[in-house]
């Protein structure tokens, strides 16, 4: 079992940045695929970024393509997610999730669905005002 606790969510005004933090429980953080989601009010769960098992793939949605910047760090267990240039249209909650993956695969591949994660976080609230 992965417990995922996500952080550093809160009311910013548009323009702004927040860094998101997921620290993971576990011994076996380097095998984990990671990946950020976030879910607004009566919408469905969408993708927002992802990151290899080795770090050295990411991924973004359109949305934020250019303004967020994914990253881990496996020695603290934690991922991050770096969001400038906040517009209203990032206000959701934001998840954190994870996939296992075979240690002895390449551990360069991303993930960008839903169902393809084992593990979830409880989110974090990110609140953008103009």
């Known amino acids: 079992q992965v417990q995922l606790v996500e952080s550093g969510g809160g009311l910013v005004q548009t323009g702004g940045s927040l860094r998101l933090s997921c620290v993971a429980s576990g011994r076996a953080f380097s095998n984990y695929a990671m990946g950020w989601f976030r879910q607004a009010p009566g919408k469905e769960r969408d993708f927002v970024s992802a990151?290899?098992?080795?770090?050295?793939?990411?991924f973004y949605a359109d949305s934020v393509k250019g303004r967020s910047t994914i990253s881990r760090d496996n020695a603290k267990n934690t991922m991050y997610l770096q969001m400038n240039s906040l517009r209203s249209e990032d206000t959701a909650v934001y998840y954190c999730?994870?996939?296992?993956?075979?240690?002895?695969?390449?551990?360069?591949?991303?993930?960008?669905?839903?169902?393809?994660?084992?593990?979830w976080g409880q989110g974090t609230q990110v609140t953008v005002s103009s």
């Open positions: 999730a994870v996939r296992m993956t075979d240690p002895f695969s390449s551990g360069s591949f991303y993930y960008k669905r839903t169902p393809e994660y084992n593990y």
């Open positions: 990151i290899s098992r080795k770090g050295d793939n990411q």
